[in-house]
């Protein structure tokens, strides 16, 4: 089991950067595969980005894809989202997710993941 801490939300200016970080605790952090997902206010949460457990494979969403970067640090239990060039349509509470990897490939779906965090607001002005 491992259990997940985000930080690094705020408030930013449009075309401002943040980076988000959510730390794990628990064992073997690295055999986990990790999401970074997002829900505005009356809307469904959606996928943002994900991380292989080694680091080599990720995958974005479109509407961040160029914009964001995810990558992890497995002897710092520690996965990071940094968003640049920000839009206030990425105004949200995002969240980070891990589900064991076992070989699988990346996932895009939430209910694929069984751990969350509690969320970090993210909030973008015009």
């Known amino acids: 089991q491992v259990q997940l801490v985000e930080s690094g939300g705020g408030l930013v200016q449009a075309g401002g950067s943040l980076r988000l970080s959510c730390a794990a605790s628990?064992?073997?952090?690295?055999?986990?595969?990790m999401g970074w997902f997002r829900q505005a206010p009356g809307k469904e949460r959606e996928f943002v980005a994900a991380?292989?457990?080694?680091?080599?494979?990720?995958y974005y969403a479109d509407s961040v894809k160029g914009r964001f970067t995810i990558s992890r640090d497995n002897a710092k239990n520690t996965v990071y989202l940094q968003m640049n060039s920000l839009k206030p349509e990425d105004t949200a509470a995002y969240y980070c997710?891990?589900?064991?990897?076992?070989?699988?490939?990346?996932?895009?779906?939430?209910?694929?993941?069984?751990?969350w965090g509690q969320g970090t607001q993210v909030t973008v002005s015009s």
């Open positions: 997710a891990a589900v064991r990897a076992l070989g699988k490939g990346l996932s895009l779906k939430e209910n694929d993941y069984p751990y």
């Open positions: 628990g064992r073997s952090f690295s055999s986990y595969s």
């Open positions: 991380v292989s457990w080694y680091g080599g494979s990720t």
